[in-house]
Every structure is written in C-alpha cells, then in structure tokens.
C-alpha cells in the first residue's frame, strides 16, 4: 500500500506502465512515518510557516486559535516538537495538512495513536472535507465512517471498485459470489436440460445441484457473517 502511495505521489517510478497526474491537483499528503517533522521547531510555526495567521477555507485565523481546534493550548501552540507525545505528533500533522489549500488528501495510517476525542474531530473534518481522500488504514470503524468509495487488490492484476466503507465491500463482495453460484448452477441445469429434450424428469446430477443450491448460498452467508466479525 505504501509502495502505491509513493508511485501516485510521484516518488517512485513504475517498472511497467505510465501514471497520469492532473495539472490541476493540489496535493497533501500525511505521513505515518512523521518525517518531515523537525523536532526543534515550535508547533505554531510548523503549521503556519512561522506566520502568526493562516488561511483556512478563506478565513483568516490565527495560528493559536487554529491549533486549539486540535486540542492543543496556547502553550503546546508554541512549545517545540521534541516535547510531544506520538498521538500529539499525529495530531499536528494533521493541523498542518487540514490547513493546506489542497484538493487531494493523501493520508497514510492517520490513526495511529490518536486518542478517541482526535479520532471524532477527524472524522467530522474528514466529512466536510470539499475535495478528494485517499485513506489508507486498518481502523475499519475509522473507514466505515468516512470512505465512500473501497478501492480492493483482488489479486492477478485485478482492481475492484466498490461503493462504501469495509463493510460495505465485504457484503457486496460476498452476494456477488452468492449472485454468481445461483447463476452457475441454474445455467448448469439449462444446459443438462437441453441436452434432454427426450425426458421430462430430472437426472440425479440435475437433483444434486438443486439438492446443494440452498448449502452452497447458506455457506458464503455464513463467510459473511464471519467476516464482518473479524
């Protein structure tokens, strides 16, 4: 997933292929690995970029005021880094994409040691966010609440869409399948029926199939159920 990141972003270049960016996309990008944190520099100024006001969604505020959207007080505003925990790192890093004039968030494990009251704040600023997200993370609750759209690597080259969150996908995934074996099955049947036009009643591979119709369609609910259990 990392490795997908870093080709969208223009870091790597792919070994097979071509990738097409828009001239018109402004792009952030939130690091789980905080590298770009100097642990030195105050807080406010890592935000604003040493300006005592920024623009946000063209508003004027002052950097202070912004950071104490995100929990921090006027004295964290303006203590160094080196002095905050790793949620508070997290948190910092996300004041400072949220504040960037960009169309496109990408966001690398955004979670990760954020403390329940953070997690809520990010949502609802992820909700009302106007432009594109790409998420990448394993909080599937995080995912269930935000995500609109479920990019899956099935595997074999093959890369599916679905509408939603997790679970969403999951239970789409798994009545495709289910769609799929009624599908299977009932052709299996058509075409044994053709190729016996002479008899009117069904052979035994015919009744075993319609015998094993309900079984197989009650084992991918109960893989469903199982999933969404996980």
Do not use: W
Not at 20 to 43: G, H, V, W
Not at 86 to 103: D, F, T, V, Y
Not at 108 to 136: F, H, K, Q, R
Not at 177 to 187: A, C, M, P
């Amino acid at each position: 997933k990392s490795t997908l990141i870093r080709l969208l972003l223009g870091e790597i270049s792919p070994s097979q292929g071509s990738i097409r960016r828009s001239k018109t996309i402004q792009l952030a990008y939130f690091d789980q690995m905080r590298e770009s944190l100097d642990p030195n520099m105050k807080a406010m100024d890592f935000v604003s970029g040493g300006k005592d006001y920024i623009d946000i969604n063209g508003k004027s505020k002052h950097v202070i005021g912004y950071l104490r959207q995100f929990l921090f007080t006027g004295k964290q505003a303006m203590a160094p880094i080196k002095m905050f925990s790793g949620g508070e790192k997290n948190r910092l890093m996300l004041a400072k994409i949220l504040s960037q004039p960009a169309n496109l968030l990408v966001l690398d494990e955004p979670t990760n040691d954020l403390d329940v009251e953070t997690l809520e704040l990010l949502e609802e600023m992820l909700v009302d966010y106007s432009g594109t997200v790409i998420l990448i993370s394993h909080d599937r609750t995080f995912l269930n609440n935000i995500v609109s759209s479920t990019i899956v690597m099935e595997g074999d080259a093959i890369i599916e869409q679905y509408a939603g969150g997790y679970d969403d996908y999951i239970n789409q995934k798994y009545e495709n399948l289910i769609g799929k074996s009624k599908k299977h099955i009932e052709s299996e049947l058509k075409l044994k029926s053709k190729s016996q036009k002479t008899s009117q009643k069904l052979s035994y591979n015919q009744k075993q199939l319609l015998k094993s119709l309900p079984k197989m369609i009650e084992d991918l609910e109960n893989e469903i159920s199982i999933a969404q259990n996980l």
